[in-house]
């Protein structure tokens, strides 16, 4: 129907601002001179950790924004994206890691092309989502959660990240913020 159709449309518009504001902020916190309060929202190395927020607070900011002619109510907007955003994180953890231990080093084409295809897909979720309904109470209160764990998740861990092979640079070894030059 028409009403899927358009949040299919609006979501894939989405994708296309996620990527690119994301895209930004792979660089962002270098160009700040490395200022510890954006390094919330900005990759600070190249660890796997860092490339998944920078599809989550893009895609955070999507949900917050109002789409004209979408009557999801906010909520349920957050609820959907909680789902979506788990699996874009996912994709990317599974594709970068399956890759890389094929090949044995990463490539900046499939590096961009798992951020994009998993991008994609996150939001193709969220649109079936939204299409087949969050009003459920309980999947509400999970997709809230989801999203609430993931905000926690990527706040506590970009300042203190554990000793996982998740949040260690390859370039480096180090995890978290590197320390200024």
């Known amino acids: 129907d028409q009403r899927s159709k358009y949040l299919v449309r609006l979501e894939l518009i989405g994708a296309v601002g996620i990527i690119l504001i994301g895209s930004t902020m792979h660089f962002a916190f270098e160009w700040s001179g490395r200022w510890t309060p954006l390094a919330l929202f900005a990759a600070v190395n190249e660890s796997i950790w860092e490339h998944l927020k920078l599809a989550f607070w893009p895609g955070v900011l999507w949900a917050l924004i109002p ?100 949040f260690v640079d390859p370039r480096h070894g180090l995890r978290g913020i590197p320390r200024s030059p």
């Open 67 to 166: 789409q004209p002619g979408s009557d999801l109510p906010l909520l349920e907007r957050l609820a959907a994206r909680g789902f979506s955003l788990v699996l874009t994180a996912l994709l990317i953890v599974i594709i970068f890691t399956g890759y890389t231990a094929i090949l044995g080093h990463n490539l900046l084409p499939l590096e961009i092309g798992t951020f994009v295809l998993a991008v994609l897909a996150g939001q193709c979720a969220s649109a079936a989502l939204s299409i087949y309904g969050m009003s459920r109470s309980v999947l509400l209160a999970i997709g809230l959660g989801l999203l609430i764990a993931q905000f926690v998740a990527y706040a506590l861990f970009t300042y203190f990240p554990p000793d996982f092979w998740l």
